[in-house]
């Protein structure tokens, strides 16, 4: 065991696993009762509703030839794995016929891929729980910067938000200017039809990472018949991929920072270096 | 504007963020990421036309049916 681990609440591989298997079961396992059952309920009834809503058929937006086995491991659902293991076995890709979409189909899927996001900034912090001194709080500074991995869900939510709480202002201002000029642009291109899973289901999972901001202008938008196909329809899409994409970089950038602070230890070199620079503080 | 300059267009657009965001994500300070940003777009775009380059080459020759 190296010297920083000894006074950790927990292993924070276990608490991330058992978290994205079944979300607040990391929470469970680092002492926080009350905040695994809180997590546990909204993640699970968030995905649940959307079952409802969608009868269960998201993965019928695929074609058959894209049916295989890992099919589902690519799209924002799976961030809820348990989740998704039983919305598979249940419902799998559906009867041989396919069937008509239900009327809220978009919002159903839309609440199922919102679960899956949810659910792995919930593992984060499961994560963190583990990695702080056995009985102690966060570092005192880390109040003031905010909870990491809220300000990665509010980078999902806002591109740039995350970064603004935790007093990152032009950059956070930077990074919603960059964003949502190239996801606006990417619409643009494309005419709206980078909006639709059901048209293209993996570069909308990607697109699905820039948070609020991609569904809002997908629900505003709707999905009209397309009367001919846009000239930079296939450029816009991948943009629009791409801006999600990008969205992760954001999220991981806000949550270093703020995981630096929550352990007080200096930023490393190393964005995803686990070595603390210096030891954690004593409580 | 004729097809060939719109996607290059594109492709520098694309570039410029994609170097922005990753410039943020390697630099926590805002100062060095400013630095960096220029000779980080500059490797990329000319990485992306070296690839340009190689797949042009490999089409060339072994793909074409001319």
């Known amino acids: ?283 | 504007m004729d097809d060939l300059s719109t996607h290059v267009l594109l492709f520098l657009v694309v570039s410029a963020v994609i170097v922005a965001i990753s410039s943020m994500f390697s630099e926590p300070e805002d100062g060095p990421a400013l630095k960096m940003y220029p000779r980080r777009l500059l490797k990329f775009v000319v990485g992306s036309g070296l690839v340009l380059a190689v797949m042009l080459v490999c089409e060339h020759t072994f793909a074409s049916i001319h």
């Open chain 1, 1 to 283: 065991m190296k010297p920083h681990e000894q006074q950790r609440t927990g292993d924070p591989t276990v608490a991330t696993l058992l978290s994205w298997l079944v979300p607040g079961a990391g929470h469970l396992y680092v002492g926080q009762v009350h905040l695994a059952l809180i997590g546990f309920v909204v993640i699970e009834a968030l995905y649940l509703a959307g079952v409802l809503l969608s009868h269960g058929m998201f993965l019928e937006y695929l074609p058959p030839e894209m049916r295989g086995r890992f099919a589902a491991a690519l799209t924002p659902e799976a961030g809820n794995l348990g989740a998704l293991l039983l919305h598979v076995r249940q419902y799998g890709f559906g009867g041989d016929e396919p069937r008509p979409w239900p009327a809220w189909m978009d919002l159903g899927t839309a609440l199922t891929a919102t679960s899956g996001i949810l659910s792995i900034l919930f593992a984060s912090h499961a994560n963190l729980l583990a990695r702080l001194p056995q009985g102690g709080t966060q570092h005192p500074d880390a109040r003031a910067q905010r909870d990491p991995a809220l300000c990665a869900a509010l980078t999902w939510v806002l591109p740039g938000l995350g970064h603004i709480m935790q007093g990152r202002k032009a950059r956070g201002v930077v990074a919603l200017v960059l964003l949502v000029g190239l996801f606006g642009l990417a619409t643009m291109l494309a005419h709206g039809a980078n909006l639709d899973r059901e048209r293209h289901f993996y570069y909308w999972a990607g697109q699905f990472l820039l948070g609020p901001v991609a569904l809002v202008t997908e629900f505003a938008h709707g999905h009209p018949r397309l009367e001919s196909i846009p000239q930079y329809k296939d450029a816009g899409i991948v943009i629009g991929s791409i801006a999600g994409m990008l969205n992760v970089l954001l999220m991981l950038d806000v949550y270093g920072y703020g995981e630096d602070r929550a352990l007080g230890r200096e930023r490393a070199a190393d964005p995803v270096s686990d070595q603390p620079v210096q030891e954690a503080p004593s409580v």
